[in-house]
């Protein structure tokens, strides 16, 4: 059977003419029959990014129902399907354009968060027979005829999902970095290349803050047993593989850390209340979602994406919200097993007199809470520690 990759290119991997010549000149030179899946281009503030469409829409007033504001959002993959595909033809190639429902995905017809209930391969199949590139929109589904949304990070969903049902040899996925780094660059200029990371470690990397894929694409992939590849549009190289790994026992000869993962703005909630199961349910109710937590006999605290304060405002009004957190992470698959990881990082903070306000952990990560004006030193303190340079 003829290799297949899945292809996917985010918003500012086609945000110009340059980004987009370089997409195409990956997807004619693939080494295999590619799938392409694409983002809206741009981000916030360019005219056909998701956030300006959705902008746009509420700017003309009034209540705007779950359902139109899905159909308004769905139009910017729309758009980028449309280029990419008249691109890829300019350049003597056969592509075809398809929203989600003509790339046969089905959803739940959850407005603003569906989830994938099904795939019909048999419309991309026949293109693929035919010699023709599926250029399929991201981030969409069908709902009885109705345009949905998958919420967040949902055209690596697509790609995700397409990856799997398709059978998909690897999926890509095309940014503007040439790999996974150590952490956020911004942050941090010596932060360095991550030739290879398995499943768990991107999961982890992905849930506590780094922009590389969206966790539930990683879940799905691991689960298929599908290799991700993280590349640049515009730079050369081989970029980050991503998979289970081979032979469990190298494990241990590895860097105990991988990553350094970043999360900020973070705001800190504390209530006075000895009813934790109300108190999280009405938080969950709201679709805000809570880390970090601490549970005492008579206080309640957690900590939450700052842009979610109003609406906790709203459901708690006896909280006490405190802006200004930042959550910084050490992230590995060497860490499991393996004492002393958090004296490490407690020792780090400690020597640049960095305060650590709340800690959580798991098998292969270890987060603190930390102010946001000492984000920068932090991410550098444990950059030092362990040796990620």
């Known amino acids: 059977m003829e290799k297949l990759l899945v292809m996917k290119f985010g918003g500012t991997s086609l945000k110009d003419r340059e980004c987009r010549d370089a997409a195409v000149n990956h997807i004619i030179s693939a080494p295999a029959t590619p799938v392409v899946v694409v983002s809206a281009m741009g981000r916030n503030g360019a005219p056909y990014a998701t956030d300006s469409l959705r902008q746009l829409l509420i700017s003309e007033g009034g209540e705007i129902s779950d359902r139109d504001m899905d159909f308004i959002m769905c139009c910017g993959e729309m758009i980028s399907a449309a280029v990419l595909a008249q691109a890829i033809k300019a350049r003597g190639r056969r592509a075809k354009p398809l929203t989600g429902a003509q790339a046969g995905i089905s959803t739940d017809g959850v407005y603003g968060s569906a989830t994938v209930t099904g795939v019909d391969v048999a419309p991309i199949r026949k293109l693929l027979a035919d010699g023709i590139i599926p250029v399929v929109t991201g981030f969409q589904g069908d709902f009885a005829g109705e345009f949905t949304t998958l919420g967040r990070g949902g055209s690596d969903t697509t790609a995700a999902v397409l990856g799997q049902a398709l059978g ?26 991550v030739p ?13 803050g780094a922009k590389v894929i969206h966790p539930k694409a990683v879940e799905i992939l691991e689960s298929a047993g599908i290799p991700i590849r993280i590349l640049s549009t515009l730079e050369k190289g081989p970029g980050t593989y991503v998979s289970a790994p081979v032979d469990p026992s190298p494990l241990k000869k590895k860097k105990v850390v991988t990553s350094v993962a970043v999360a900020y703005p973070r705001s800190l909630v504390s209530i006075k209340d000895n009813q934790a199961d109300v108190v999280f349910k009405t938080v969950a109710e709201a679709n805000v979602s809570v880390d970090l937590i601490n549970v005492s006999p008579m206080s309640i605290s957690f900590t939450i994406d700052s842009d979610r304060e109003q609406t906790v405002r709203k459901v708690l009004p006896n909280a006490v919200i405190e802006p200004g957190f930042a959550k910084v992470s050490v992230v590995g698959a060497g860490m499991r097993g393996v004492p002393g990881v958090m004296a490490q990082v407690v020792e780090a903070l400690a020597k640049h007199d960095i305060e650590i306000i709340r800690t959580a952990d798991s098998h292969t990560s270890i987060s603190c809470l930390v102010k946001t004006e000492e984000l920068e030193d932090a991410v550098r303190a444990l950059h030092e520690a362990f040796l990620l340079k």
């Open 196 to 208: 290879f990371a398995t499943y768990q470690e991107v999961l982890e990397m992905a849930e506590l």
């Open 168 to 193: 998909a040899d690897e999926v890509q996925i095309f940014t503007d970095v040439v790999g996974i780094l150590t952490t956020d660059p911004v942050l941090y200029g010596e932060a360095s290349f």
